[in-house]
Each structure stands twice: as structure tokens, then as C-alpha cells.
């Protein structure tokens, strides 16, 4: 289950899933645009205390591994791979960076997200385009951090400098600030896809930062022998000097030895994005791509999505956006026409439905869909009333009642007869989802002001809402009279309609049929207006005379329709 | 006449999987012969090419059997070659692709699957006579294409977030199967939900998956509900 967080939302950990092993992937592109990714990690002042918990391409795991650069996979940029058990106590919060290597800013860039996968299944993911920044040229993405153990956070925070701001912000120094690379060599550097870091190898223990190639901008087809990486600014804890700096690729670069060469990595050419050698379809090779990347294999059972290794049948299905990577693999059986090229057919069951997923924001009232209404009885605490029978889920612990009253309201019921609806009381602590017959459903938020509504066309209402009983007598109305319910006082309504409603201003002529009237202002003074025609029906059972509601009022008023007579 | 009126509501030109949706309503099918399809009786409403349909096959009798009585099976074997539009009264279809997943779907809102695909009758234990209409549901797990149908645009909802999620059966239209499920009858005289049968109930679903419901307690069977008039 994919929780999705906007800016600002925080949530525990435990909450989105019980794993600590957790993939994070980070997905940004702008035209033009290089990035780098990282990760800092902080102490409790929020200080890049030690220098080793910087990930970043040059770095690409801390000491004890539990924070770990993964290179481009299965569609993101860039990924991490976080054993929240094992990151020392030190670090109170790992916050995940993205800064602009070169010319741009971040309004440049298109859609993007962080996201977080935990045992193959993504469990969050924070998406922000462009349009949240302006100038800014490193941005702050997401945190985890501690607070009664683990939780996260999508920040989105813009930052004005690049890395190198970021660096001194978090109080790590900046060594050396060497001209900045001449923005990715064109025709080399993909825009947007950073080329995967070159798989680490295991460095023997003892032996500081891996050898790596430089990523994204790096690649300036020259064999540069000397090390300098070029991407810009180098921190204060450059890779040792033992590391030889990223050799460029193109050239012979010829892996220490003993080094495994990675598969497809060992060209050091920047691989397109999207044939990233993590890409499943592109790499059959058996095993996780990064041989010895990985601490010791009892850590194993780590499935970043979309990897070879990963079992299908687990029940673990891909993160949806993968595109039709990964389906040719599960759904071969299928002749030619099943593959699925389709949109939705990467995502599995999950990837179809999810455009069905209900809206996420707490408010008392959410529509859910133009069908289907969520009350939040949790926020505001009071009750709700909504008609009998028209709950279809309900969250929580919530009790539903009939709505007792007074003796009055409930003379008045019975003075209306089968004019009114039963309603029912809905009260507890959850979430009630309201829906009548696939109507579509309108909630009216009044704040002192007062509406008229057809009872039958009234689907709940919150319990802070003054109501009573109106009846509009009338020769050749349906059923005699017509009951509609005056509501007032300050809370909301949810009305329903059969198809999309017309709203009318009231004018000295304004009339509408009896059976399609839904509500109307309470200013209004409603009449029933009889017209008897001389003129022989043409069908039977006709009287003859056509029944309707004038409606008149103060300028302002209005009367809602809906296109389908009861 | 002036094509230009329809011209919006023509297929588009290949399909591009094997189910996918013509408007919101309908599920236009890319039929193979070896690979057959189950679809709900009668929810053909067009094909193109050579297709044929054999309503009752023996095999589907046999796996409802025993269920209920008085019902017919409510599912048709298609075979053949072309292009199969399914729709059921005017209600939403949803075509869901499973990979190695498994669902269960309420049979009312079984539009159409593969008949490759693993598939059995499923039993919730202790509600099995469910209010008026013996709520029964399908097992459907494997790698293929699932139609399903709801009436109304339906909402998914997560499960295990927030403890049990209650559904109105009425409204259920499927579930991811890990889920566990459980009947719940509220016995108290003042809780009457449900359609003012005195008693309510409802399903609660416990445990991590998620439940896609209606947005309309309208659980008619049109098919059944035509045959007896």
C-alpha cells in the first residue's frame, strides 16, 4: 500500500511498514539537468558531525553499511539502501538531498518523488514537480529521523546554493571549490538520468571509499589520467588518496585487480537511463547487479523492486511507474496480445486500482470520488446523521444509532409520515464512507445561512445543523405534498443528485419541475403553481394540469435541479 | 449521416492488452483462440472476428455445485479469435491485470477473466446465509486479466492501517485475498443499518491488503433479476 505524502507530512515508520531495511529511491529530471543525490546524515543538533555519514557518489556507503548508494535502478535516479537497525546512535536524522550539478534551478525540474520500498512492496512516496520551487538549486527532499523510534518526512525544501550550501548548512566544510564541471558534457550525460554509479566493489576492510565512477556529470570523454572528480564542489573528506578518483570513463579503466567487474558497468560508458543496468530486463545476469555491493549475504532477502533477484510470487508485486519493464517476465504465458504494453499493466492489480484510491487529506468531509463521501468523525468529534443504509465502509470504532430526538422532532416525523428518510447517528472515532445508489453526492458547507433540500435528496449532515421540517402543500404535487427540510446554522450537508445538477438564480419567473427540485435557497418563497390546459392529452391518465414549484425570492437566491425526474 | 457525431466512441485502433476499457462502462477484450475467457452470461454486447460462446459448460456446473441452489451459473466460456466488448448495465468496469496476485471478487461483479487463471467458489464462513442474497464470491489468482464491475466509481480502501475495516456486503465488490475476513452482526436494537432489516451487518476485514467497495448498496444480480420476470 502506497502511502502518498505532500509536503510537510510526516508519519512514523512503523506505521507504513514493519521493515527497517528499507530501499529509497529517488526519481528527479529536468531537461538539461544534472543531479546529485545524497544523503547526510545528521546528529541531533542536526550537524553533519561525521563526515563519513555524507553518501554521496564519492562515498557510497557508510562505515558500518547502513546507509548505502545504489546507483539508478528501476526507474529512479538514484537509490539508497537504509538499515535503519544498524545506524549507529549518533545519527539522529538521515535526510535525502538533490541538488542541481551545472547551470538550472529547480523550477526546471518535471516530476519527480522519493520513494520508499520495503521488502519489494513501495510503501510512501512523496511526489513534487517544479512548480514548488523558484531559484533554488538543491533541495531538501525527505527525512527519516528519530522520535520514539524512526519516522519520515517529505520536506520539499528548497535551498538557493547546490551541494556545497547543503554541505555547510548541515556544518560539513567545503575543502576545495573547484570551478564547477562544465556543465555534462552534451551528448554524453542523458539528461536527467543519472548514469548508475558504477556498482562498488567490495572494498577489502580497512580500505576507505571504493573506487567509483564519477556519475552523471563526470563522464568527459577524455582519459583523464589525473583523479579529480570533477563534479563540482568536493567536501572536506575527498576520497582518500589511496582511492584513485573516478577514472573517466571511455578510456581503458581497467578495475583493480581481483575487482569484479560489474556486469555492464565495466565499459564505465554512462548506460542510458532507462537500460540502467539495474533494469530487470536488461540484466538476466542472476544474482543482485551489484555483486558484493551487498554486506555479507545473511543480510540477503532484500529485494529492491524490480531486481532480478526478486521472487516473484511472494505476492510482492512491482511499484507502479516501472512502464512495461518488468512485465514481460510474469506475464509471458500469455501469447503476443497478453503482454501487457497497457499503461496500468506494470503495477499488477495494484497499478489498475490505484487510480481508485480515495483522496488522503484529513478533513471532516472528503469526497472520495463524485460518488462517494468520507466523514472523518475523528476531527470535530460530533456526530454525523446520515441516511439509513447509505454506509458502505466504515473505519474505526463507530456506533450508529437511530436518531432518537425529542418528542417534538419526533411528532414532527411522524406528522411527515414516509416523507422523511430514517436517518441514523453516526458517532465514535473513524471514518464513515457515505454513498447512496451511485449518486452523485454535494456537500454544501453553510455558515449561518440556511438551504431547503427535497428529503429525499439528503444524504448526511453533520449533527451541529439546526434542521426542521417544511411541507409544501400543493393539489397535484407527487404524493400530496412535498417535505423538504430546512437546514441552518454552521457545519456542512451532503446532498445527492441523480447526474450533474443545474443550479438557477431565482428570477420573478422562475419554475421547476416538482420531482427534479432539490434545493433551494431558504430565502426563497416557494409556490406551487397549477397550469390547466384546455387541450385535449395526448395520453392517458394525464390530468391535464401541470404541477410545478415557482420559486421567488430576494436577488441571490437560487433553486438546484437535477436532470432526472423521481 | 455525419460520421463526425460518433467519430469520438470508436474503438481506438489496436489494442494494446488484452482487456482494456472503451468509455468507462465497457471492457473491449482481444480474444485468442487457446486463450479463453470466462464472461459474466449475456454481457456481450459486440465482437468482431470469430468468436463463440457456450453458456453452462460442464465444468463450471460442476464447481458450483453445492453452493446454492436455484441459481444458474452465471458465467459463459468464450472462445475464439477477434475482439469481445463486455458490459454489464451500465455499470463502471474496471480491468485489473494479475500478476501472480490473487483477488476475490463478489460474483455479481465478475465481468470477465481468463480462463487460464486459478478460480474457485470462496465461502465466508459463518455469514454464508447472508441477507437475501447468499454472498458468494471468487477466488481468482494466477497471472492474467480481470474485469470487474461496480456500480458507481469504486474507492479502494487500505486495510491494516487502521484495524478492521467494516463493508456494507452490499456494497463489496472485491478484496485482495490475504485478507482475513469475518461476518459482524451488530445485535444492538438501536443500530439499524443496512436496509431496515432490523439487524445489521456488516463484513470487517482485518490484516494488510485493501478492499474496493461502491459507492451504492445496489447488489442486484440484472441478470438473475431479468430471468425471473
Not at chain 1, 519520515?152 to 573547484?178: K, M, N, P, T, Y
Not at chain 1, 411541507?471 to 423538504?484: K, N, T
Not at chain 1, 387541450?535 to 404541477?547: C, D, L, V
Amino acid at each position: 500500500m502506497v502511502t502518498h505524502f505532500q509536503r510537510g507530512r510526516k508519519a512514523r515508520l512503523s506505521d507504513l511498514t514493519l521493515g527497517t531495511d528499507l530501499y529509497v529511491g529517488v526519481q528527479i529530471a529536468g531537461p538539461g539537468l544534472v543531479f546529485d543525490i545524497s544523503c547526510f546524515g545528521l546528529d541531533q543538533a542536526e550537524q553533519l558531525s561525521d563526515d563519513r555519514y555524507f553518501i554521496f557518489y564519492n562515498q557510497p556507503k557508510s562505515p558500518e553499511e547502513s546507509l548505502q548508494l545504489l546507483g539508478a535502478q528501476a526507474g529512479d535516479t538514484e537509490s539508497f539502501r537504509v538499515t535503519l537497525d544498524s545506524v549507529p546512535a549518533s545519527i539522529d536524522r538521515l535526510a535525502f538531498t538533490a541538488s542541481i550539478d551545472g547551470d538550472g534551478t529547480m523550477a526546471q525540474v518535471g516530476p519527480g518523488y522519493l520513494r520508499i520500498v520495503a521488502g519489494g512492496d513501495e510503501v510512501a512516496r512523496y511526489a513534487f514537480d517544479g512548480s514548488e520551487f523558484t531559484t533554488e538549486r538543491a533541495v531538501m527532499l525527505g527525512d527519516f529521523y528519530r522520535k520514539d523510534g524512526w519516522r519520515f518526512a517529505a520536506v520539499g525544501q528548497g535551498f538557493d546554493g547546490g551541494l556545497a550550501a547543503l554541505l555547510r548548512h548541515f556544518g560539513g566544510e567545503v575543502a576545495e571549490e573547484e570551478p564547477p564541471a562544465p556543465a555534462a558534457a552534451p551528448g554524453f550525460a542523458p539528461p536527467g538520468g543519472g548514469p548508475p554509479a558504477a556498482p562498488g566493489f567490495a572494498p577489502p576492510p580497512g580500505a576507505a571509499a571504493p573506487p567509483q565512477a564519477a556519475p552523471a556529470p563526470a563522464p568527459i570523454p577524455q582519459p583523464a589520467p589525473p583523479p579529480a572528480p570533477t563534479p563540482q564542489p568536493a567536501p572536506s573528506f575527498t576520497p582518500p588518496p589511496a582511492a584513485p578518483a573516478p577514472p573517466a570513463p571511455g578510456g581503458g579503466y581497467a578495475p583493480p585487480p581481483g575487482a569484479p567487474v560489474p556486469p555492464g558497468g565495466g565499459g564505465g560508458f554512462p548506460v542510458q537511463p532507462g537500460q540502467g543496468f539495474g533494469a530487470p530486463p536488461m540484466a538476466p545476469a542472476p544474482g543482485p547487479p551489484q555483486p558484493g555491493a551487498f554486506p555479507p549475504p545473511g543480510q540477503g532477502g532484500y529485494p529492491p523492486p524490480g531486481q532480478p533477484g526478486f521472487p516473484p510470487g511472494q505476492g510482492g508485486f512491482p511499484p507502479p511507474g516501472q512502464g512495461g519493464g518488468y512485465g514481460a517476465g510474469p506475464t509471458a504465458p500469455m501469447p503476443a496480445m497478453g503482454a501487457p504494453a497497457g499503461a496500468g499493466a506494470a503495477g499488477g492489480v495494484m497499478g489498475a486500482l490505484d487510480k481508485y484510491r480515495g483522496s488522503d487529506e484529513r478533513r471532516r468531509w472528503a469526497l472520495q470520488n463524485p460518488q462517494l463521501v468520507r466523514a472523518d468523525l475523528g476531527i470535530d468529534g460530533q456526530p454525523v446523521m446520515a441516511r439509513q443504509g447509505s454506509m458502505v465502509l466504515y473505519q474505526g470504532d463507530i456506533d450508529f444509532g437511530f436518531k432518537g430526538g425529542g418528542l417534538m422532532r419526533r411528532a414532527t416525523t411522524w406528522a411527515t409520515g414516509e416523507g422523511l428518510p430514517s436517518m441514523m447517528r453516526c458517532t465514535g472515532d473513524g471514518q464513515v464512507y457515505l454513498a447512496e445508489e451511485a449518486s452523485r453526492l454535494h456537500p454544501v458547507e453553510l455558515q449561518g445561512d440556511a438551504i431547503c433540500v427535497a428529503s429525499q435528496h439528503v444524504l448526511a449532515f453533520d449533527e451541529s445543523l439546526e434542521y426542521e421540517v417544511r411541507r409544501i402543500d400543493g393539489h397535484g404535487l407527487p404524493g400530496g405534498s412535498l417535505f423538504a427540510l430546512q437546514f441552518s446554522g454552521h457545519g456542512t450537508l451532503v446532498v445527492t443528485t441523480q447526474g450533474e445538477p443545474l443550479v438557477l438564480p431565482v428570477t420573478p419567473m422562475t419554475f421547476a419541475d416538482a420531482n427534479a427540485v432539490i434545493a433551494w435557497s431558504a430565502a426563497a418563497q416557494v409556490l406551487v403553481a397549477n397550469q390547466v390546459r384546455v387541450r385535449r392529452q395526448a395520453f392517458p391518465g394525464h390530468s391535464g394540469e401541470a404541477t410545478q414549484l415557482q420559486f421567488r425570492g430576494a436577488p441571490g437566491s437560487f433553486a438546484i435541479v437535477q436532470p432526472y425526474e423521481i | 449521416m455525419d460520421q463526425r457525431m460518433t467519430a469520438g466512441f470508436a474503438p481506438t485502433a489496436a489494442p494494446t492488452a488484452r482487456m482494456e476499457n472503451h468509455g468507462s462502462t465497457m471492457a473491449r477484450v482481444a480474444m485468442q483462440s487457446g486463450n479463453d475467457l470466462f464472461a459474466r452470461s449475456g454481457s456481450m454486447v459486440a465482437y468482431e472476428g470469430y468468436i463463440q460462446y457456450e453458456s453452462n459448460p460442464t465444468a463450471l456446473r460442476q464447481a458450483f455445485a453445492g453452493r446454492l441452489t436455484g441459481e444458474s451459473v452465471p458465467l459463459m466460456k468464450c472462445t475464439g479469435d477477434g475482439l469481445l466488448y463486455l458490459a454489464d448495465y451500465g455499470a463502471e468496469v474496471v480491468c485489473v491485470p494479475l500478476q501472480n496476485e490473487s483477488l476475490s471478487v463478489n460474483a455479481t461483479n465478475v465481468l470477465a477473466f481468463d480462463a487460464h487463471l486459478e478460480w474457485g467458489v470462496q465461502r465466508v464462513k459463518g455469514i454464508a446465509k447472508f441477507a437475501g442474497q447468499g454472498l458468494f464470491n471468487l477466488g481468482i489468482s494466477g497471472t492474467g486479466w480481470v474485469a470487474i464491475t461496480s456500480r458507481g466509481i469504486p474507492v479502494v480502501v487500505d486495510c491494516g492501517r487502521s484495524g478492521e475495516v467494516c463493508v456494507d456486503p452490499d456494497a463489496l465488490v472485491a478484496w485482495s485475498s490475504g485478507l482475513e475476513m469475518k461476518g459482524k452482526r451488530s445485535f444492538k436494537a438501536s443500530s439499524l443499518i443496512g436496509r431496515g432489516s432490523g439487524e445489521a451487518f456488516q463484513l470487517a476485514f482485518s490484516g494488510q491488503g485493501f478492499v474496493v467497495v461502491q459507492p451504492s448498496e445496489d447488489s442486484t444480480d440484472r441478470l438473475n433479476a431479468q430471468q425471473q420476470n
